[in-house]
């Protein structure tokens, strides 16, 4: 039986939070207008926190932009779940909210 080697390179490739953001209960973020409630509508609790960031590649060439979205249990100050889309964050769309919950279901 051949054995596996693993090899990893280093492509020059590092990711950076280009905006990160942490909105209070009840709070709406400024570059969409109803993200905020709608996860806290689907997660069925209106008093926890929310922090988005949205990261892409420093490099030119490659075009990767992904909005990560914690949410927090304020009164444990804990992760509840951890959404991801593969948009900027001001085009998150109600489909890909719905596919990002759909994907966290099934993990």
Known sequence: MK?????????GHLAHAEYTHELAPG???AFHPW???KIREK????DIW???????????????????????????NTSLF????GRKKEQINKLDLQLAFDRKKNL
Do not use: M
């Open 82 to 85: 951890f959404l991801r889309f």
């Open 43 to 46: 997660a069925g609790r209106h």
């Open 50 to 76: 929310l922090k988005v960031r949205e990261i892409s590649c420093d490099e030119v060439s490659c075009p990767v932009t992904e909005t990560q979205i914690d949410v927090f249990d304020p009164s444990s």
């Open 35 to 37: 993200l905020a409630s």
């Open 27 to 29: 709070g709406e973020f």
């Open 3 to 11: 054995s596996f080697v693993k090899v990893t390179t280093n492509s």
